[in-house]
């Protein structure tokens, strides 16, 4: 299992398998946020197989968490939180203080993820996800 920094050709075959990702946001956004000077992205290889990827933006003293994707067929292996270890050692190597995401509320495992992983709530985002608010959580590294 590999974590590598995205390139063009890991780009091209996420564009073109988008769907297997579900509910991620759509190619241009995923287009946008590989450009942006601000972000890296990162895929998780299994098998020869690009099984999920992950965005952190950087900011002065912060890490932001954008997304962390994994395939729906390898879903409840172990990827999320392979990937979510790896971008808080990301922040961390980068100097920041912290690190926050926005989560879905209905998204009951990843928040019990981001929990164990010592993320806290720090607050919500009104109807951010259409319906559903968004819980804003953010793991600290120097208190």
Known sequence: MDILKMNEEHLNYLKSNLNDFDEFWNVQILEDEFENENSEYFVL????????FAG???????????NIAIKNKERKKGFGTILLEFLVNEARKKEKECITLEVREDNLAAIMLYKKMNFRELGRRKKYYGQFDAIIMTKFFNT
Not at 56 to 66: C, P, S
């Open 56 to 66: 952190l933006w950087f900011n002065l003293d912060e890490a932001h968490i954008m």
């Open 45 to 52: 290889i299994s098998g020869e197989k690009i099984v999920g």
